[in-house]
Protein backbone atom coordinates (compact mmCIF):
# COMPACT_ATOMS: atom_id res chain seq x y z
CA UNK A 1 0.00 0.00 0.00
CA UNK A 2 1.64 3.19 -0.81
CA UNK A 3 1.40 6.13 1.04
CA UNK A 4 -0.87 9.36 -0.17
CA UNK A 5 0.45 12.65 -0.11
CA UNK A 6 -2.46 15.25 0.57
CA UNK A 7 -2.97 18.87 -0.40
CA UNK A 8 -5.22 21.31 1.97
CA UNK A 9 -6.81 24.33 1.93
CA UNK A 10 -9.62 26.36 2.82
CA UNK A 11 -11.32 27.08 -0.50
CA UNK A 12 -11.12 25.19 -3.95
CA UNK A 13 -7.98 23.68 -5.79
CA UNK A 14 -7.09 23.88 -9.03
CA UNK A 15 -5.16 21.45 -11.42
CA UNK A 16 -2.39 23.73 -13.55
CA UNK A 17 -0.41 22.76 -16.37
CA UNK A 18 2.98 22.93 -15.46
CA UNK A 19 3.93 24.60 -18.37
CA UNK A 20 0.89 27.67 -17.36
CA UNK A 21 1.26 27.76 -14.06
CA UNK A 22 3.25 30.47 -13.41
CA UNK A 23 0.36 33.01 -14.67
CA UNK A 24 -1.90 32.10 -11.63
CA UNK A 25 -2.00 34.74 -9.14
CA UNK A 26 -4.56 33.45 -6.63
CA UNK A 27 -5.85 36.26 -4.48
CA UNK A 28 -3.62 38.73 -5.91
CA UNK A 29 -4.75 40.92 -8.87
CA UNK A 30 -2.57 43.84 -10.97
CA UNK A 31 -3.07 47.13 -9.00
CA UNK A 32 -5.54 49.99 -10.26
CA UNK A 33 -6.07 53.29 -10.10
CA UNK A 34 -8.13 54.09 -6.51
CA UNK A 35 -6.47 51.24 -5.08
CA UNK A 36 -5.13 52.10 -1.31
CA UNK A 37 -0.78 52.77 -1.78
CA UNK A 38 -0.79 51.14 1.38
CA UNK A 39 -2.16 47.93 0.02
CA UNK A 40 0.13 48.09 -2.60
CA UNK A 41 2.77 45.27 -3.00
CA UNK A 42 5.46 45.12 -5.64
CA UNK A 43 6.05 41.61 -6.48
CA UNK A 44 8.31 40.60 -9.07
CA UNK A 45 8.29 44.13 -10.32
CA UNK A 46 4.49 44.63 -10.56
CA UNK A 47 2.11 46.80 -8.61
CA UNK A 48 0.12 43.89 -7.18
CA UNK A 49 -2.96 43.78 -4.19
CA UNK A 50 -4.67 41.18 -2.50
CA UNK A 51 -7.61 40.66 -2.95
CA UNK A 52 -10.15 38.98 -1.16
CA UNK A 53 -13.75 39.97 -2.44
CA UNK A 54 -15.66 37.33 -3.73
CA UNK A 55 -18.09 39.41 -6.36
CA UNK A 56 -19.74 36.26 -8.23
CA UNK A 57 -20.78 39.19 -10.81
CA UNK A 58 -17.19 40.53 -11.56
CA UNK A 59 -14.80 38.59 -10.10
CA UNK A 60 -11.40 40.54 -10.30
CA UNK A 61 -8.97 37.56 -9.59
CA UNK A 62 -8.28 33.56 -10.04
CA UNK A 63 -9.39 32.62 -6.83
CA UNK A 64 -12.09 34.60 -7.56
CA UNK A 65 -12.94 33.43 -11.05
CA UNK A 66 -12.29 29.83 -9.52
CA UNK A 67 -14.81 30.01 -6.78
CA UNK A 68 -17.53 31.58 -9.39
CA UNK A 69 -17.29 29.05 -11.83
CA UNK A 70 -17.80 26.38 -8.71
CA UNK A 71 -20.83 28.26 -7.41
CA UNK A 72 -23.04 25.70 -8.44
CA UNK A 73 -20.61 23.14 -10.37
CA UNK A 74 -17.78 20.57 -8.89
CA UNK A 75 -15.47 20.98 -11.64
CA UNK A 76 -15.25 24.08 -13.76
CA UNK A 77 -12.44 25.51 -15.77
CA UNK A 78 -11.37 28.64 -15.37
CA UNK A 79 -9.14 30.67 -18.05
CA UNK A 80 -6.31 33.02 -16.21
CA UNK A 81 -2.93 34.50 -18.02
CA UNK A 82 -0.95 31.47 -18.49
CA UNK A 83 -3.77 28.86 -20.24
CA UNK A 84 -6.95 27.77 -18.16
CA UNK A 85 -7.17 25.95 -14.71
CA UNK A 86 -8.82 22.83 -14.06
CA UNK A 87 -10.98 23.95 -10.49
CA UNK A 88 -12.36 21.40 -8.30
CA UNK A 89 -14.90 21.95 -5.05
CA UNK A 90 -12.51 20.55 -2.23
CA UNK A 91 -13.05 23.89 -0.21
CA UNK A 92 -11.72 22.83 3.58
CA UNK A 93 -10.78 19.45 2.88
CA UNK A 94 -7.34 17.73 1.61
CA UNK A 95 -7.03 15.69 -1.61
CA UNK A 96 -4.62 13.67 -2.95
CA UNK A 97 -3.69 11.68 -6.34
CA UNK A 98 -4.58 8.33 -6.78
CA UNK A 99 -6.01 5.68 -9.89
CA UNK A 100 -8.63 3.44 -10.77
CA UNK A 101 -8.46 1.33 -13.94
CA UNK A 102 -6.61 3.48 -16.41
CA UNK A 103 -7.66 6.71 -15.14
CA UNK A 104 -6.21 9.49 -12.79
CA UNK A 105 -8.41 10.07 -9.92
CA UNK A 106 -8.20 13.33 -7.07
CA UNK A 107 -9.45 11.96 -3.92
CA UNK A 108 -11.51 14.44 -2.17
CA UNK A 109 -11.03 13.66 2.05
CA UNK A 110 -14.84 14.14 3.55
CA UNK A 111 -14.28 12.14 6.34
CA UNK A 112 -11.69 8.96 7.51
CA UNK A 113 -10.33 7.57 10.70
CA UNK A 114 -6.74 8.48 9.88
CA UNK A 115 -4.31 8.49 6.84
CA UNK A 116 -3.65 4.94 6.79
CA UNK A 117 -7.12 3.99 6.56
CA UNK A 118 -7.55 6.25 3.90
CA UNK A 119 -4.69 4.92 1.74
CA UNK A 120 -5.91 1.58 2.07
CA UNK A 121 -9.65 2.02 1.06
CA UNK A 122 -8.59 4.33 -1.76
CA UNK A 123 -5.97 1.79 -3.07
CA UNK A 124 -8.56 -0.68 -3.69
CA UNK A 125 -11.43 2.01 -5.60
CA UNK A 126 -13.98 -0.72 -7.12
CA UNK A 127 -14.60 -0.32 -10.74
CA UNK A 128 -18.31 -0.64 -10.97
CA UNK A 129 -18.96 3.17 -9.68
CA UNK A 130 -21.05 4.78 -11.09
CA UNK A 131 -19.73 8.17 -12.69
CA UNK A 132 -21.23 10.99 -13.43
CA UNK A 133 -20.09 13.28 -16.30
CA UNK A 134 -19.43 16.89 -15.60
CA UNK A 135 -19.04 17.57 -19.20
CA UNK A 136 -16.07 19.36 -18.60
CA UNK A 137 -12.74 18.50 -20.72
CA UNK A 138 -9.51 19.37 -19.55
CA UNK A 139 -6.82 19.79 -22.13
CA UNK A 140 -3.21 19.19 -21.12
CA UNK A 141 -0.98 20.23 -24.08
CA UNK A 142 2.19 19.65 -22.49
CA UNK A 143 3.76 16.88 -19.65
CA UNK A 144 3.06 17.47 -16.10
CA UNK A 145 0.19 18.90 -13.74
CA UNK A 146 0.21 19.67 -10.73
CA UNK A 147 -3.08 20.29 -7.97
CA UNK A 148 -2.62 23.78 -6.37
CA UNK A 149 -4.57 25.95 -3.73
CA UNK A 150 -6.74 28.45 -5.57
CA UNK A 151 -5.89 31.18 -3.02
CA UNK A 152 -2.29 30.90 -3.71
CA UNK A 153 0.09 32.28 -6.48
CA UNK A 154 2.55 29.87 -7.61
CA UNK A 155 5.15 31.84 -6.85
CA UNK A 156 5.00 31.12 -3.61
CA UNK A 157 6.35 28.31 -1.16
CA UNK A 158 3.41 26.79 -1.04
CA UNK A 159 2.96 22.83 -1.15
CA UNK A 160 1.79 21.71 -4.41
CA UNK A 161 1.12 18.12 -5.70
CA UNK A 162 2.89 17.35 -8.59
CA UNK A 163 2.30 14.41 -11.41
CA UNK A 164 3.45 13.28 -14.51
CA UNK A 165 0.67 13.74 -16.62
CA UNK A 166 0.65 12.96 -20.01
CA UNK A 167 -0.64 15.11 -22.68
CA UNK A 168 -3.85 14.94 -24.38
CA UNK A 169 -7.97 16.07 -23.51
CA UNK A 170 -9.47 14.42 -20.46
CA UNK A 171 -13.27 14.11 -19.62
CA UNK A 172 -13.98 14.80 -15.68
CA UNK A 173 -16.05 12.83 -14.11
CA UNK A 174 -17.36 12.48 -10.19
CA UNK A 175 -18.53 10.08 -7.60
CA UNK A 176 -18.86 9.60 -4.04
CA UNK A 177 -17.20 6.66 -2.42
CA UNK A 178 -18.16 5.42 0.71
CA UNK A 179 -16.23 2.14 0.99
CA UNK A 180 -17.38 1.25 5.02
CA UNK A 181 -19.37 3.59 7.44
CA UNK A 182 -16.31 5.00 8.50
CA UNK A 183 -15.28 6.65 5.09
CA UNK A 184 -15.82 9.31 2.91
CA UNK A 185 -14.44 10.22 -0.39
CA UNK A 186 -15.36 12.68 -3.46
CA UNK A 187 -13.63 11.26 -6.24
CA UNK A 188 -12.56 13.42 -9.57
CA UNK A 189 -11.50 11.15 -12.22
CA UNK A 190 -9.65 12.48 -14.83
CA UNK A 191 -10.59 10.24 -18.34
CA UNK A 192 -8.45 10.19 -21.37
CA UNK A 193 -10.62 11.06 -24.42
Known amino acids: MAKLDWLGDDGPLVLLADAEAAGWLGIWRNARKGD ?29 RACAALDEE ?25 CTGDSIVVAKWIFAPDEKHAARVLASVPDELVWRDTEVVFVLRTKGVRLHPAASRTETDVPTLPLALAPGRYAIDTTLFEPDEDSSFELFRLRAL
Open 74 to 98: VAALVPFAGGTALALETTGHQAAFT
Open 36 to 64: PESEIELVDGERMIMDVELDDDEPATDYA
